[in-house]
């Protein structure tokens, strides 16, 4: 049986007033006993990035420390050569594809979850937080299997598919935590002035969900663009490939190619640093949305 759940009044939580706000202990530490540990924290993350640009812009058989004189010989092979345009366009329909239906499922599963009441819904819950404690490697057989028989093996939807079913179930309880943040009322209020659930939740309870959709998408997007086990074990075709699979490619048992490697690498890290840089403030604003309660 379906119940919906009926909002609670809460509770008026007084504090006492302080007499005065003490200074805090960590105002009176010398700023160079601040930027320092944060200086040598900065210079270990951004070495390896250097690193990587060091090998991707110089020449081969250099060994300067500076990217100097810099060349585009290394991207020039990695996306004509070795075919990484095609790889680029595969990981984008795979991470797009993957954001879109990870984000309308768990949108309608977290709404579910937060506005009524079932049975079993608590064990539903605990199973979908222990479903994330099971690698991806052990369904490998059977997911491989069920696409075999559904005749998507070498296709980009079978991958779309197993990274949505492996995203769906933090996703679902993350949406509903920000769908319990949205007060119940307001969509009273909406049904009051004549609204259907649908009407209601599209334009009350929708917008409101802008930062939780964009940090739960952007997960999505991040992990499907990362993913190599899927794209491995389902794609076979060159043309089909997305770009973890063409990294693995530049790697052989007995050569490396470093500056193609690092030109894949930059060329794979780049999409993703800005799409992060755009959306960091709705990121940060969905994360602090989701921890409030629920």
């Known amino acids: 049986m379906i119940t919906e759940i009926a909002p609670t009044a ?19 530490v010398p700023r160079w006993q601040i930027y320092l540990p944060l200086g040598i924290y900065l210079l270990f993350t951004l070495v390896p990035f250097y690193w990587i640009l060091l090998f991707a812009v110089r020449p081969a058989g250099s060994t300067s420390l500076l990217p100097w004189p810099a060349t585009s010989e290394h991207f020039q092979k990695v996306w004509t050569e070795r075919s990484f345009g095609t ?30 009441d079932f049975r079993l819904k608590r064990g539903f819950m605990l199973a979908l937080l222990c479903s994330q404690f099971v690698p991806g490697a052990l369904l490998l057989v059977p997911l491989f299997q069920i696409f075999a ?26 949406i509903s935590g920000f769908i319990r943040n949205v007060p119940y009322s307001l969509e009273e209020a909406a ?28 997960f999505a997007f991040v992990h499907a663009w990362n993913h190599f086990l899927f794209a491995l074990m389902f794609l076979s075709d060159q043309s089909k490939q997305t770009i973890p699979v063409g990294l693995n490619t530049l790697m052989s048992s007995d ?14 890290a780049v999409p993703v640093v800005i799409v992060f840089a755009f959306i960091q403030k709705w990121l940060i604003t969905g994360f602090s949305a989701g921890a409030v309660k629920g």
Do not use: H
């Open 10 to 28: 809460e509770p008026v939580v007084t504090r006492p007033a302080r007499p005065g706000k003490r200074r805090r202990a960590w105002d009176e």
């Open 87 to 116: 790889y680029f366009t595969n990981s984008v329909y795979v991470g797009v594809a993957t954001l879109v239906l990870t984000t309308v499922v768990a949108l309608a599963g977290g709404y579910a979850l937060a506005r009524f």
């Open 149 to 174: 028989n559904l005749r998507m093996i070498n296709s980009l939807g079978s991958v779309v598919v197993a990274e949505t079913v492996f995203q769906l179930p933090l996703s679902m309880i993350l």
């Open 191 to 218: 049904w009051v002035d004549g609204c259907n659930r649908l009407t209601a939740f599209r334009i009350v309870v929708l917008p409101m969900l802008r930062p939780g959709l964009v940090a739960v998408g952007s």
């Open 255 to 268: 050569s490396v190619d470093l500056g193609a490697l690092a030109a894949g690498g930059i060329i794979a």
